[in-house]
C-alpha cells in the first residue's frame, strides 16, 4: 500500500518502518525522486517472526505472522473476511505489475484497493468512497521525521461531482469475537441496551457491545434473596465467587444473574462468543448442578479466549488505542477541513447574493475565462486563503472529483441559508406574537407573477422596534381574491405562523386586493375579524394627484409638454449633449403610475426653465430635420408662454407637498397614528395653498418671464356672444380676464379635487386609526369618554369568546399611568416608555395595545422595494431560474440585518442533514 506513496511523518528506526503499532519487518529503501520522498517496501521472508508480538489495531490480539499487514494479519484476514473481497484483493495484486517484487506485500495493496471500494454500501449514485491511511510516528532520539501524505482512494461513477459520502477503511469482522464497529470506543450509546442479559438482542451492535464492555458487568447484591423453585431450589450468592485449593476465593466477575427469567449468563461469552451453551443462548437455571456447570465452563477454551477478547477490547477502549480511535481522528480531521471549506464558500454565495450578482458563466471549471463570479471569487480567495488554495490543489488532482464548486452544491448551499434566514425570522415572529401581512404583486421577466410576502411585526429584544421582514416571492398563477387569499393562507401554515395573530393587513388599491366581497381582504376578515385592513398610504396619495391631473384640461395638456421635451431630448444624443451643455439639471421620464414622483421630472423646468429653452432654441437652429426644428420651436414657444409657467409652479408645489408625505409614509418604521397626523397636515396645507397659491404662482411665473425676455400675458379669449331674437333678453357671456378664467377653471379645481378625494380616500384608515385613538389622545380626554373609546378598541380587538385585552383594565391603567414626558406620544415612543421604565407588566393590557397598534402597516413600500431587488436578480440573462432559488436569493438580498447574524455553523449542519452523509461535516 505505501510503495510509490509520497510519504509523511514515518519514523525509519533500524530498518523497521514503524506506523502506530503497526510494523512491517520488512527492507525498507527511502529515495528522493524529484519533489517526492519515495519508501520501496521489499518483502523478506528471512526476517523471521518479529522479536516482541505485534498487537493487531483491529482485534487488539498479538499476531503470530511474519509481517504485520496494515489493519490485521494475513492470517486473521483469511479468516475474517468474505471468499469474493479476498478473490478481489488477490486478483487485483495478480494483476498489478507495479508490485510484482513485492511478493505478498502487493497482495496486501491490492486486497486493500479492494476493499476500500467493497466497503462502500451508500445508495447513492453519486458517493465517493475515501480511504485514509492512519500514520503516528513513535518517539525517536534522532530528528530525522519523514512526512507521509494520508492516501486518499476515490472510486465513483457519479453523474455529480458535488455529492461526497466520507467513509474511512475500517475493518469490522462480522465474523470475529472481538471485532468492533466505527465510532464504537466512546460515542457508544447503550441506553437501549438493558443490563439483564436476557433482553440483549440476539446480534449486538460494535456500539453497543463497546458499551458493554465499558459499562462493565452488573454486580449482585449479598443480600439479594433469590426466588426458589418448587423443589426449593435456587441461585446463591456464593457461586460468584470459585474457591481454590488453598481456600482462597475468586470472584467469578463474567458471571451475571438475570432477574427476568432466573437464570445465570456467562457475560462475557454472551458478548464475545456463538457457543450453544446455556450460559450463552438462555441462561443456566440447573441449580442442582450449578456448581460443577460453572467449573467446568471457565476452563473451556472458549471461555477463555472470550475473557481475554473481554479484557483487551477494555484495556484498549481505556487507552484509546483500536482502530476507531485513529479513524475518528481522521474523520475529525477530515470534518474540520470540509467545515472550513463550506464557511468560505457559504460567504462567497452570501456575499454575490447581497449584491444581486449572477454566479455562473459560460465555463463551470476553474483556472478558465467566463467561469461565473463564483468560481472567480474562489480563485481570488484562493490566492491569499490556504485553506482553499489546497482545496482547489486537490480538486485539480486527477479522479477527484469531490470540489463541492460545481451549480449543485451552490443552489443546496443557497437553499440552506434562505431556510435558515427564514427560520430566524420566523423565530421573531412567534416571539412577538402579533403580526401584519403586506402583500404586493407583480409579473417577472418570464411573465409569471409573483406575490411578494412582508410580514410587520414589533421586536422585543432588545426594546420595542418596528420590523419588516420579507419571507419571499410566491408564485400566483391566479390572480383572483380567493386565488391569493388561499396562497398566503397556504403559505403561513408552512411556516408555522398562526393566522389567528395576524392584527393587520395592507394591499394596494387593486380590486381583488381591497374588494370589499371578494377582494383579498374581505376573505382574510372572515377567517380572523381581527385582521384589520388598512389601504395603502402612497397608493391612495398616488390616486389624489391623478384624479386632480384629470379634472383640468389644462393640467392634462402641461403633462403632455413636459413629457414631450424629455422625449425630443432623448430621442438623439447630440440632442441630449446640447442639454446638458446649458442645463446643470437633466430631464427624466416619470412613471405612468407613480404621480409623485413626477416632481423630479419638472423640477429642471422648475429651477432652470431659461437655460431649457435656450437649450430648444440651439437644437432648433442645427438640425436639418423639419420635423425636429418644427417641434422644437414649438416646445420653445410653450415653454415660455405665461400659461405653462403658471401651470409649472402650481404643480410643482401641489407635487411636492404630496411627495414628501408619500416618501414618510413608505418608511418602514412608520405608524398608523403618526401616518393619518401626516395626512392631516397635508391637507390643511393644501387647504392654505388655495387661499394665496394661484397669487403666489401668478408673481413667480412674471419673474421667470422677464428673465426669459417674454410677455407675462394670457391671450384673451373671444367672448361669444349670444344670437338674439325678438323679446329674448339672454346676457352674452360675462366679461371677466384670463387670469380670473385660468384661476377657476385650472387652480381651484386642481386643488379642490386633491384635498376632496385626499379625505375620501383616508377615511378607512383613519377609522382604524380612531379605534386606537386613546391610547394617543387619553391625557387630553375626560374619564367617560376614554370609558367608550376602551370599549370600542375592546370590541375591536374581540371575536367570539377571544379577546386581546380586557377594557375595563385598560381604562384604570390609562388612568393610573405615570406622568408622561410629552404631552403627546406616539404609540412607539410610549411603548418604550413602558419598556425603559420596566413597568409592562403593571400595565399588561395598555402593552398588548400598543404592540398591536404599531403592527399595523401604513403602506405597501417594503413590497415594492422587493419588487427592485426582483428585476436585479432575475434579469433577462437569468430569465429560467426556479423558483426556489430565486425566493433563496431575494431573502438573502433583502433581508441584510437578519443576514449579519447568520451562523454559518447552522447552515452547515442543515446543508449536512439534507445530504444525509453517512459521515457527518
Not at 168 to 194: H, K, L, M, P, R
Not at 329 to 352: F, G, N, P, Y
Not at 613 to 620: D, I, K, N, S
Request: aromatic share 8%.
Amino acid at each position: 500500500w505505501f510503495c510509490t506513496r509520497t510519504i509523511r511523518s514515518v519514523n525509519i528506526l533500524n530498518g523497521v518502518l514503524f506506523l502506530n503499532k503497526i510494523c512491517l519487518m520488512c527492507s525498507v529503501r527511502v529515495s528522493v525522486e524529484g519533489d517526492r520522498i519515495v519508501c520501496t517496501i521489499k518483502f523478506n521472508a528471512s526476517m523471521g517472526s518479529p522479536q516482541k508480538p505485534c498487537v493487531c489495531v483491529v482485534c487488539l490480539s498479538p499476531c503470530a505472522c511474519v509481517c504485520v499487514c496494515v489493519f490485521c494479519t494475513l492470517g486473521r484476514l483469511l479468516k475474517y473476511f468474505p471468499k469474493n473481497v479476498l478473490t478481489a484483493g488477490e486478483n487485483a495484486a495478480a494483476t498489478s505489475s507495479s508490485h510484482d517484487s513485492l511478493g505478498p506485500v502487493s497482495a496486501y495493496i491490492g486486497l486493500f484497493s479492494s476493499l476500500s471500494v467493497a466497503s462502500t454500501t451508500s445508495s447513492r449514485a453519486a458517493d465517493i468512497t475515501s480511504s485514509s491511511s492512519a500514520v503516528a510516528s513513535t518517539t525517536s532520539s534522532r530528528a530525522a521525521d519523514i512526512t507521509l501524505t494520508s492516501s486518499a482512494v476515490a472510486s465513483t461513477t457519479s453523474s455529480s461531482a458535488d455529492d461526497i459520502t466520507l467513509t474511512y477503511s475500517a475493518v469490522a469482522s462480522t465474523t470475529s469475537s472481538s471485532a468492533i464497529t466505527e465510532g464504537a470506543f466512546c460515542s457508544a450509546n447503550v441506553s437501549a441496551v438493558s443490563r439483564d442479559p436476557a433482553d440483549w438482542p440476539e446480534v449486538l451492535s460494535g456500539k453497543e457491545r463497546a458499551g458493554l464492555v465499558i459499562r462493565g458487568p452488573s454486580d449482585l447484591n449479598p443480600n439479594f434473596k433469590f426466588p426458589k423453585r418448587q423443589d426449593g431450589r435456587s441461585f446463591h450468592f456464593h457461586y460468584k465467587f470459585r474457591l481454590l485449593t488453598n481456600g482462597e476465593k475468586i470472584q467469578r466477575t463474567w458471571l451475571v444473574y438475570s432477574m427476568k427469567s432466573d437464570a445465570v449468563f456467562c457475560w462475557c461469552c454472551k458478548l464475545f462468543s456463538k457457543g450453544s451453551s446455556k450460559l450463552i443462548t438462555e441462561g443456566q437455571r440447573d441449580w442442582t448442578n450449578i456448581g460443577a456447570i460453572l467449573k467446568q465452563h471457565e476452563n473451556s477454551p472458549a471461555h477463555i479466549k472470550s475473557v481475554v477478547s473481554w479484557k483487551e477490547l477494555e484495556l484498549g477502549l481505556k487507552k484509546g488505542q483500536t482502530i476507531d480511535h485513529t479513524q475518528l481522528t481522521l474523520t475529525e480531521a477530515e470534518k474540520r477541513r470540509w467545515r472550513e471549506v463550506l464557511i468560505r464558500l457559504i460567504a462567497i454565495i452570501k456575499s454575490l447574493a447581497e449584491r444581486n450578482l449572477a454566479f455562473r458563466g459560460s465555463e463551470d471549471k476553474l483556472m478558465v475565462p467566463n467561469n461565473g463570479n463564483f468560481l472567480k471569487e474562489v480563485e481570488l480567495m484562493a490566492k491569499f486563503d490556504p485553506v482553499l488554495r489546497e482545496h482547489i490543489r486537490l480538486a485539480d488532482k486527477q479522479g477527484n472529483h469531490t470540489t463541492y464548486l460545481g451549480k449543485t452544491i451552490q443552489n443546496e448551499l443557497i437553499s440552506c441559508i434562505g431556510d435558515q434566514l427564514v427560520k430566524t425570522m420566523v423565530a421573531g415572529i412567534q416571539e412577538s406574537k402579533y403580526f401584519s401581512i403586506i402583500l404586493d404583486c407583480t409579473p417577472d421577466v418570464s411573465h409569471t407573477e409573483q406575490m411578494s410576502v412582508v410580514a410587520r411585526t414589533v421586536s422585543l429584544e432588545k426594546g420595542p422596534e418596528i420590523k419588516e421582514y420579507f419571507l419571499g416571492f410566491l408564485d400566483a398563477p391566479d390572480s383572483t381574491g380567493a386565488g391569493l387569499s388561499s396562497l398566503i393562507l397556504k403559505r403561513l401554515e408552512e411556516l408555522g405562523i398562526p393566522f389567528s395573530n395576524c392584527r393587520g393587513q395592507s394591499y394596494d388599491n387593486g380590486a381583488n386586493m381591497r374588494g370589499k366581497n371578494k377582494g383579498v381582504q374581505a376573505r382574510l376578515l372572515e377567517k380572523n375579524p381581527r385582521a384589520l385592513y388598512v389601504p395603502c398610504g402612497s397608493h391612495t396619495l398616488n390616486l389624489v394627484v391623478a384624479d386632480a391631473a384629470k379634472e383640468s384640461i389644462v393640467a392634462i395638456n402641461f403633462f403632455g409638454v413636459v413629457q414631450k421635451l424629455f422625449t425630443l431630448f432623448a430621442a438623439a444624443p447630440q440632442r441630449w449633449a446640447i442639454l446638458k451643455d446649458h442645463a446643470d439639471i437633466t430631464l427624466k421620464s416619470w412613471s405612468d403610475t407613480r404621480w409623485e414622483s413626477r416632481v423630479k421630472s419638472i423640477e429642471p423646468l422648475q429651477h432652470q426653465p431659461e437655460k431649457v429653452r435656450e437649450a430648444l432654441l440651439q437644437v432648433r437652429e442645427n438640425t436639418k430635420d423639419p420635423t425636429v426644428r418644427i417641434e422644437a420651436q414649438s416646445l420653445a414657444e410653450e415653454i415660455g408662454s405665461f400659461r405653462f409657467q403658471i401651470c409649472l409652479v402650481v404643480w410643482y408645489n401641489i407635487l411636492r407637498k404630496i411627495n414628501v408625505t408619500s416618501k414618510l409614509l413608505q418608511s418602514a418604521t412608520m405608524q398608523l397614528d403618526v401616518a393619518v397626523d401626516l395626512i392631516h397636515q397635508t391637507k390643511a396645507s393644501l387647504v392654505s395653498y388655495r387661499a394665496t397659491g394661484f397669487n403666489d404662482a401668478v408673481k413667480k411665473a412674471t419673474e421667470r418671464c422677464e428673465e426669459m425676455n417674454v410677455q407675462a400675458l394670457l391671450k384673451e379669449k373671444r367672448l361669444r356672444t349670444m344670437k338674439r331674437h325678438f323679446s329674448y333678453e339672454a346676457a352674452d357671456e360675462p366679461e371677466s380676464s384670463a387670469l380670473k378664467k385660468m384661476e377657476v377653471s385650472f387652480f381651484n379645481v386642481v386643488v379642490d379635487c386633491a384635498i376632496q378625494t385626499l379625505e375620501d380616500r383616508f377615511s378607512s384608515m383613519g377609522k382604524v386609526r380612531d379605534n386606537f385613538g386613546v391610547l394617543n389622545n387619553f391625557q387630553n380626554l375626560d374619564t367617560q369618554t376614554i370609558r367608550y373609546q376602551c370599549e370600542q378598541l375592546g370590541r375591536t380587538l374581540s371575536t367570539g369568546n377571544e379577546s386581546d385585552l380586557d377594557w375595563k383594565d385598560l381604562v384604570m391603567e390609562l388612568e393610573s399611568l405615570p406622568t408622561l414626558p410629552k404631552d403627546k406620544m406616539t404609540a412607539l415612543e410610549l411603548l418604550a416608555f413602558l419598556h425603559d421604565k420596566d413597568i409592562c407588566e403593571l400595565y399588561p393590557n395598555l402593552w398588548v395595545a400598543l404592540r398591536i397598534s404599531c403592527t399595523l402597516p401604513v403602506t405597501v413600500a417594503s413590497a415594492e422595494r422587493s419588487f427592485s431587488k426582483l428585476k436585479l436578480i432575475k434579469t433577462y440573462l437569468r430569465s429560467s431560474m426556479a423558483q426556489e432559488r430565486l425566493n433563496a436569493l431575494a431573502i438573502i438580498s433583502i433581508n441584510h440585518e437578519v443576514g449579519s447574524q447568520l451562523s454559518y455553523d447552522d447552515v452547515i449542519n442543515d446543508f449536512a442533514s439534507k445530504k444525509t452523509r453517512r459521515a457527518r461535516i
